[in-house]
C-alpha cells in the first residue's frame, strides 16, 4: 500500500524537478521583453546541467513528457551557449600578417585585500591597454606607479558613482585632450586609441547586477550613445550578465559588435574558493568587438585577489584604417 502510493509521488516529483528548470530555461529567452526573465538567461548554461539528472531518470524510467521536455531544453541551452563556456584555446596564436594588440581587462574588486597582485599582474602581462573596473581612489594611488609604462590614462566617476571606470594605455589618445566619454552613471568610459595609426575606439564598461537592480535602466541609457561610438570598436568590461543574454544582446546590436567567443566563466560569489571560477563560475566579464576587428582571441588568466578572472585579448587590427575621434559626453 505504502509503495503503490510513492510511485505516484516520486513521479510527480520527477516531473516537477524537470518542469521547474525546463520552465527557467525557455523563460529565460523572454528576457528582452521581461526583465526579471533575462536574470533567469544568465544562469542558462547552469540550469541545462541541473536539468540532467533528472532528465537521465525519466529516460530511464519510461516517463516521455519530463523526458522530452527536459532533452529539449537542454539542447536549446547547450546550443545557445556552448560557444561561450567553453574555454578558449590555450595558444593565442597569430591570425594572418595584420598587427595585433594585446589588451587586458579587470574587475579589480574595490576592497581586494591584496591590491598589489593585480598591479603586479598588469606589470607581468604587459599589455598595450587595460580596461579596468571598480577602481577606487586607493587602486588610483596604486595604478600611479605604472604611470611611466602607461602614461596615457582616463578615469571617469562622478558624484554619485562609488568606483572609477578607467582605461590606461601605452599608447596615445587619438582623441587629444578634449576627447573621450565618460557617463559615470553608466559605468562607462571609451578613447579612441591610436594603435600605430589605426584609431580604435576601446570602452571599459561596468553594469549594475541585473533585475532587480538597476542593470537595464543602464542599458537603456548607453543604447543611443552606442550607437554614435566610431569604428573599429572594443568594449570591454564586467556586464554582469552572460554574453547570451538579452541584456549583452541589446548592447552588441546599438554598438555593432559581438562578443568574443570561448571565454566561460570569469567570476564566482567571494564566498566560494576562486578556483572553482573557470568551472562553475558566470560568464559575466567578456569582450565585445566590431566587425572592422580582424580577429580577436580572448583567454582568461589565474585570478588575483578579486572575486572576478582577468581577460587577456590579443586583438588583430587593419592595417591602413582610422577613425574620428569621439566626442566628449562628461569628461573628468
Known amino acids: 500500500m505504502f509503495l503503490s502510493r510513492l510511485r505516484p509521488a516520486a513521479r510527480a516529483l520527477l516531473a516537477v524537478l524537470v518542469l521547474l528548470p525546463a520552465t527557467a530555461v525557455v523563460a529565460g529567452f523572454f528576457g528582452r521583453w521581461i526583465e526579471p526573465f533575462d536574470s533567469l538567461a544568465h544562469f542558462r548554461a547552469h540550469l541545462a546541467i541541473l536539468l540532467l539528472p533528472t532528465t537521465l531518470a525519466a529516460v530511464a524510467l519510461r516517463r516521455p513528457f519530463p523526458a522530452i521536455l527536459g532533452l529539449a531544453c537542454m539542447a536549446l541551452a547547450g546550443a ?26 579587470m574587475n579589480l574588486r574595490f576592497d581586494a585585500v591584496d591590491k598589489a597582485a ?25 595604478l600611479d606607479t605604472l604611470q611611466d609604462r602607461y602614461p596615457y590614462r582616463y578615469y571617469c566617476s562622478g558624484a554619485r558613482s562609488l568606483f572609477y571606470s578607467a582605461i590606461l594605455s601605452r599608447r596615445p589618445f587619438a582623441d587629444g585632450d578634449a576627447g573621450g566619454i565618460c557617463l559615470p552613471e553608466q559605468g562607462f568610459v571609451a578613447r579612441s586609441v591610436d594603435f600605430n595609426g589605426v584609431s580604435v575606439a576601446v570602452a571599459s564598461m ?15 541609457a548607453l543604447e543611443p550613445v552606442l550607437d554614435q561610438m566610431p569604428s573599429p570598436l572594443v568594449l570591454a568590461g564586467d556586464f554582469n550578465a552572460a554574453p547570451w543574454s538579452a541584456a549583452v544582446s541589446s548592447i552588441a546590436e546599438a554598438s555593432g559588435t559581438k562578443p568574443a567567443m570561448g571565454i566561460g566563466p570569469t567570476w564566482i560569489h567571494r564566498t566560494l574558493p576562486r578556483a572553482t571560477a573557470p568551472y562553475v563560475g558566470l560568464p559575466i566579464d567578456t569582450i565585445l568587438h566590431s566587425a572592422e576587428i580582424d580577429s580577436m582571441i580572448v583567454k582568461r588568466l589565474q585570478a588575483t585577489t578579486s572575486d572576478h578572472l582577468p581577460l587577456l585579448a590579443r586583438v588583430a587590427l587593419p592595417g591602413d584604417r582610422s577613425t574620428p575621434a569621439m566626442t566628449v559626453a562628461h569628461r573628468r
Not at 578558449?88 to 598587427?99: I, K, L, N, S, V
Open 80 to 105: 545557445t551557449t556552448w560557444r561561450y563556456m567553453l574555454p578558449a584555446p590555450a595558444a593565442m596564436a597569430a591570425h594572418g600578417t595584420a598587427p595585433h594588440y594585446r589588451l587586458l581587462q
Open 118 to 142: 593585480a598591479v603586479r599582474r598588469i606589470g607581468e602581462v604587459e599589455p598595450d591597454v587595460v580596461t579596468l573596473q571598480e577602481v577606487t581612489d586607493e587602486w588610483r594611488k596604486l
Open 206 to 220: 561596468h553594469l549594475d547586477w541585473p533585475w532587480p537592480h538597476g542593470h537595464w535602466s543602464q542599458v537603456r
